[in-house]
């Protein structure tokens, strides 16, 4: 069943509950990149005054998912291939952190992370090449090699070696 809009379900709110309700919108599809978001509308919807939408609004351009322009009001931002690279790679972080403190509280939380973190090294220490390997891991080449640097630290040795072993066949 989706989840409700109505005055019942967000009366009364707070500009971070606000803030979570625009949100929600911009991910269901409500409001589309380079779609205006009304402030006076939400207040109406959410029966609230329009300083607490108006809040919500600012925190929601200071995290960069709106802009703001004046006298033309405020629209959802759309992201670039910069930014989705910046998302990936701080939700790479976060995912690294959520996976060290669920260690700390349970050894088996940790386990799924580490059976990923354990296959994409052997892929890489196997020599699957780094763009591969990202690929199936859903990451960036770039958030791969900044995390997994260790294992592809000497390929260029075995590389060149391999090379000269190839080149010698043939002289």
């Known amino acids: 069943m989706p989840r409700r809009h109505d005055k019942e379900h967000v009366h009364g709110l707070r500009p971070s509950s606000i803030r979570e309700h625009i949100v929600e919108g911009v991910n269901s599809g409500r409001w589309k990149p ?17 300083m607490p939408v108006r809040e ?39 995912e690294q952190i959520a996976a060290d403190l669920a260690a700390v509280a349970s050894p088996l939380a940790a386990r799924p992370y580490d059976l990923r973190h354990s296959a994409l090294s052997t892929w890489l220490n196997s020599g699957v090449d780094p763009t591969e390997v990202a690929q199936r891991a859903g990451n960036s080449v770039e958030v791969l090699l900044s995390r997994y640097a260790k294992c592809i630290d000497g390929r260029q040795e075995i590389a060149n070696n391999k090379i000269e072993e190839l080149l010698r066949e043939y002289e």
């Open 34 to 50: 380079g779609e205006r978001i009304v402030e006076r509308r939400i207040a109406t919807e959410l029966e609230v005054s329009q």
């Open 56 to 94: 919500a609004l600012r925190e929601l351009e200071s995290m960069r998912l709106i802009e703001s322009f004046p006298n033309k009001g405020v629209r959802v931002r759309d992201l670039t291939a910069a930014d989705l690279e910046e998302i990936y790679t701080v939700r790479t972080g976060l």
